[in-house]
């Protein structure tokens, strides 16, 4: 299997365009993440994103690739509101995921109300500008389950490289305004919730759907090991 890639907008990344989800392997023993990290490794996938919320996803990510840096990009997020949260929550995701930089630092599931607190003085995103100016974080973005709220600050100006909105064949939304004008401004997509969290029940389908929308940079499902197969598989409790 060869992994097409695209390039993620400004950041100038070329990801595959199937990444992958770091939510399920909260869900199975260390080993069995491990296990599963690597063999998508082994398939071609080099761009990873977790979350500092995702209990030990970080941490089994981080050993996982420790000796692939090189060759992957790692996402995560953090849900922090002030600067001082945000640079505690750095240098805990820093820990887990064994790197001294992160490819793209997230704000995590940011909604219009707690934007106000995040981007008032003192916030979060003036902490994730400097972070940035030190090249501890080499780009940024932000994640939402509202396109609505997306497209409002995507076309106001705003210092991110990506973003992260949910998109499948049930939830069309973003296809109408916000993976358009991203593409047109050159802002990177990753597309979560290709299974619309189960909803989805053909992962086939959802994923051919996802890949053929050029507006979309990247799609990261959630994968576990088959029990069937014991190989590695999309699930359809994606991230």
Not at 25 to 45: D, F, P, T, Y
Not at 50 to 58: C, D, F, N, P, V
Not at 210 to 222: E, F, Q, S, V
Request: proline letters at 4%; glycine letters at 10%.
């Amino acid at each position: 299997m060869v992994l097409k890639k695209r390039r993620l907008g400004k950041t100038g990344l070329q990801v595959t365009e199937m990444g992958f989800g770091g939510i399920p392997i909260q869900r199975v023993s260390e080993e069995e993440a491990i296990k599963i990290v690597k063999r998508c490794n082994e398939l071609g996938v080099n761009y990873y994103d977790t979350a500092r919320a995702y209990t030990t996803s970080e941490e089994r990510i981080g050993k996982a690739l420790e000796g692939a840096r090189e060759e992957i990009y790692l996402a995560t997020k953090s849900h922090a509101k002030t600067a001082k949260e945000l640079r505690e929550q750095l240098a805990i995701s820093l820990k887990n995921l064994r790197t001294d930089y992160i490819d793209v630092y997230q704000l995590h599931n940011v909604t219009e109300e707690g934007w106000e607190t995040i981007s008032a003085p003192g916030g979060a995103l003036e902490e994730l500008l400097k972070i940035k100016e030190e090249g501890v974080a080499r780009h940024i973005g932000i994640t939402s389950h509202s396109p609505t709220f997306l497209t409002k600050l995507i076309s106001g100006g705003s210092p991110f490289e990506t973003v992260m909105v949910g998109y499948n064949y049930i939830a069309l939304e973003p296809a109408k305004e916000l993976l358009p004008l991203c593409k047109k401004i050159d802002v990177g997509t990753v597309i979560m919730k290709p299974f619309g969290g189960g909803a989805c029940t053909n992962a086939g389908t959802s994923l051919k759907f996802i890949l053929a929308d050029k507006n979309a940079d990247c799609t990261i499902p959630g994968c576990r090991a088959s029990p069937r197969s014991r190989r590695t598989s999309p699930s359809a409790e994606a991230t």
